[in-house]
Each structure stands twice: as structure tokens, then as C-alpha cells.
T-cell receptor, first 112, second 112 residues
Framework: GENVEQHPSTLSVQEGDSAVIKCTYS??????FPWYKQELGKRPQLIIDIRSNVGEKKDQRIAVTLNKTAKHFSLHITETQPEDSAVYFCAASTPGRRALTFGSGTRLQVQP | EAQVTQNPRYLITVTGKKLTVTCSQN?????MSWYRQDPGLGLRQIYYSMNVEVTDKGDVPEGYKVSRKEKRNFPLILESPSPNQTSLYFC???????????FGQGTRLTVV
């Protein structure tokens, strides 16, 4: 089945710096790659997603890139703010199979 | 308001005492899933359902049961809970396998 690896497990940045979280997946048939943000004590919520026919997608300070050949995708957050502090999960979905396979999560801490 | 509702939010129980965690969604979604979240392991899928009366095992189904008698409800049943099932549980629903998943508020279960 699909396996998603996520790095780093923790990331600390200064406010205003950029943060990058990377994920790799194992099933080349996977075609949907969402990113979820989970604030402390809250439920995961979708922040951005990308499909395999697109190489990059941006939404304000957040961007996701996908390299299908290398089977990896990344989340980029620019101009980080304290409210970006949370756990971020990547996920992958494969056609014809069950829903999402999640990575193990990255705890992002933005220092004011 | 579109939402996924889980109950209870917190539950402490004893080993072997059957329990049910309820999940209900009001978005007419076909796909529903249960996940457990443990530190360092991310979100692992327990069971999923693609429609009424259609369920299948996820990555960690042992010790759990589910049912999907109605589209809106997807209860998680622990017939004989054990301490290793102490975890944070999330129910999620989506319109398809490759679309945004909406999560419930979570249920923190402790089995003593």
C-alpha cells in the first residue's frame, strides 16, 4: 500500500522566516496530495492541496510543489507568523483505493 | 453549518467494557473514515466507508468495528477495549476519495 514519509518531525523558525516541510510517497499512482494544519487541541483542517497534473500551487503565503518523478511534494510557508505554529500533516491518495494516507506530522514552532 | 460531529469528546473506561463513539455528518458525503492519532505516528486509518453498507479495513483495524447503516452516521465500536487503544480518535467525511476531508472535533479515549 501507499507509504508517506514526512520530514522534519519538528521545525523551529523565527517570525518572518520561511518554513519548508517535505514528504515522499511510495505509490506512483497517487494523484492527490493535501496538507492539513492541526492547531493545539483542534481538529486537522485542510490548508492547501495539489493534484498530480499540477506542479505547483500557491495561496497567499502558502505554496505546495510536487515532483512526480521523484515522488515527493513540499509545503512552503513564507513570512511565517506565530499563528502558523501548529502540527502540519501531508497526505496522499491513490485512485481506486481507500481515502488518505497521512505522514507522521511536523510540529512547526514560530518564535516571535 | 457543514460539520462532522463526534461524541463523546472525552471518555475514560475500563478494560473490556464495550463502548461506541458516534460520528455524524450533515454534508451528504459518501466517504467516511475513522483515524487514531498517536504521538509520532500521525493519523492512521482504522476503517473507512465508501457508502451505506460498504466498509473496509484501514491500516490498524484490529480491535475495532464499524457500521454504516445510514449515510450520515458512522459509529466506531470497541467490543473489548484494551489500554493500547488509548488514543485520540477522529472521524472524517469527504465527498470522494480525492477531495477535502472534514474532521470531527476528536474523541480522547483512555482505557485503564
Amino acid at each position: 500500500g501507499e507509504n508517506v514519509e514526512q520530514h522534519p518531525s519538528t521545525l523551529s523558525v523565527q517570525e518572518g522566516d520561511s518554513a519548508v516541510i517535505k514528504c515522499t510517497y511510495s505509490d506512483s499512482a497517487s494523484n492527490y496530495f493535501p496538507w492539513y494544519k492541526q492547531e493545539l487541541g483542534k481538529r486537522p483542517q485542510l490548508i492547501i492541496d495539489i493534484r498530480s497534473n499540477v506542479g505547483e500551487k500557491k495561496d497567499q503565503r502558502i505554496a505546495v510543489t510536487l515532483n512526480k518523478t521523484a515522488k515527493h511534494f513540499s509545503l512552503h510557508i513564507t513570512e511565517t507568523q506565530p499563528e502558523d505554529s501548529a502540527v502540519y500533516f501531508c497526505a496522499a491518495s491513490t485512485p481506486g483505493r481507500r481515502a488518505l494516507t497521512f505522514g507522521s506530522g511536523t510540529r512547526l514552532q514560530v518564535q516571535p | 453549518e457543514a460539520q462532522v460531529t463526534q461524541n463523546p469528546r472525552y471518555l475514560i473506561t475500563v478494560t473490556g467494557k464495550k463502548l461506541t463513539v458516534t460520528c455524524s455528518q450533515n454534508m451528504n458525503h459518501e466517504y467516511m473514515s475513522w483515524y487514531r492519532q498517536d504521538p509520532g505516528l500521525g493519523l492512521r486509518q482504522i476503517y473507512y466507508s465508501m457508502n451505506v453498507e460498504v466498509t473496509d479495513k484501514g491500516d490498524v483495524p484490529e480491535g475495532y468495528k464499524v457500521s454504516r447503516k445510514e449515510k450520515r452516521n458512522f459509529p466506531l465500536i470497541l467490543e473489548s477495549p484494551s489500554p493500547n487503544q488509548t488514543s485520540l480518535y477522529f472521524c472524517a467525511s469527504s465527498g470522494g476519495a480525492h477531495t477535502e476531508a472534514f474532521f470531527g472535533q476528536g474523541t480522547r479515549l483512555t482505557v485503564v
